[in-house]
């Protein structure tokens, strides 16, 4: 007889059925899932008779902890386990390569597997304790999905024995459905894990055909790094003379650069930025809130390079808005 549970005799009634390869109704935070061993092919076979589900539509293995993935899944890229630390558990579920121990059934024949792990108590306690539960979620196939232990109730009553009852659930839809076995990661269906966080995370998705890459940082679009007075980029120590000489009349002008560039330009003023670039690196604010305090106009020595030059020049284009002479 089908009866709703509340959580600890649930929990412990639905241990029982699942060890004897029965099905069982589990809150997660998304919908409520219909849970059997995702091992066992007996077990998951009823899920679809249950559901009315046709057999090509797989289903999502439902885990409690990330160890669980090597039993489930095989050649599991990188990327699973970065997404795994921001969004396990939660409303997240990733496709990846199946492994020989699961049965057929629960992927429709196909050679991958979904995975995720439910931010729910309930659940998480229930799967602890008993084995990775293959779960759709807990409707008549083509229903609306159960967010209370009643929607369950009355679209499933009489097809199994225990409903856990865990209230309604918090997110409410669906979780997110990533595939990670294409060549690029692909959003199978959105939830409330987003294709943006995604990409920060992983730093591309697909979805909708579409490929949403990794915000910029935030911070890149606005002007920082500024100081008080105007400033600019010299692209050498002659092109720093000419800029010098032209406006010394109408401005009180300082030339900051490396000592052998400082001393290339003469008897004008200037400040140190060291012998190298790692120097550079480190005197080049101090330099700047200095310069603004004393002078009112920056010449400031471009560098070349690709390494921390590229970083340095990312700062210093800031000061002076990117104007070169
Ligand atoms: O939030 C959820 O994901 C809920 C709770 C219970 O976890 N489960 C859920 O399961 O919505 P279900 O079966 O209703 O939807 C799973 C979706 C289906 O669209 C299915 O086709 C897709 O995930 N799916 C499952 N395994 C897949 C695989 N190996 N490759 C591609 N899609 C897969
Ligand atoms: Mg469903």
Redesign the pocket.
């Given at each position: 007889m089908t009866q709703i549970y509340e959580p600890k005799i649930g929990i412990e009634k639905a241990i029982d059925v699942i060890k004897n390869d029965g099905i069982v109704v589990f809150p997660?935070e998304?919908?409520?899932?219909l849970g059997a061993n995702a091992f066992s092919e007996t077990a998951v076979a009823k899920i679809f008779k249950a559901k009315g589900r046709p057999q090509d539509?797989?289903?999502?293995v439902?885990i409690s902890e990330l160890g669980a993935v090597s039993k489930i899944a095989k050649n599991v890229p990188k990327a699973f386990f970065m997404l795994a630390e921001k969004f396990m558990p939660g409303?997240l579920?990733i496709?990846l390569e199946?492994s020989d121990n699961i049965p057929d059934i629960v992927?429709a024949g196909?050679n991958?597997?979904?995975v995720?792990m439910?931010n729910h108590k309930i659940a998480l306690e229930l799967i602890k304790n008993s084995c990775p539960l293959a779960?759709?979620?807990?409707n008549k196939s083509k229903h609306i999905?159960p967010t209370t232990a009643e929607h369950v109730y009355e679209d499933l009553v009489g097809e199994l024995d225990v409903i856990i009852d865990g209230g309604d659930c918090s997110v409410g839809i669906?979780?997110t459905?990533l595939?990670l076995t294409t060549d690029v990661p692909t959003i199978?269906?959105p939830?409330a894990v987003t294709a943006q966080m995604i990409a920060d995370t992983i730093g591309e998705v697909l979805q909708n055909g579409k490929v949403i890459k990794v915000a910029k940082s935030p911070g890149m679009k606005y002007q920082h790094y500024a100081p008080k007075c105007d400033a600019v980029q010299a692209n050498s120590a002659l092109s720093a003379i000419a800029e010098y000489d032209r406006c010394a009349e109408s401005k009180n002008p300082v030339i900051l650069g490396l000592d052998d560039f400082c001393a290339e330009v003469g008897q004008r003023n200037t400040l140190s930025l060291g012998a190298n670039a790692q120097e550079y690196m480190a005197s080049v604010y101090n330099a700047l809130h200095t310069a603004e305090r004393n002078f009112d106009y920056i010449i400031i020595q471009k560098l070349y390079g690709d390494g921390i030059e590229d970083s340095i020049m990312n700062r210093v284009s800031k000061a002076t808005g990117g104007r070169e002479v």
């Open positions: 997660t998304t919908v409520y899932g539509n797989p289903l999502i439902h409303a579920t496709v199946k992927t196909g991958t597997v979904a995720r439910p779960a759709p979620s807990a999905s669906e979780s459905v595939d199978l269906r939830g």
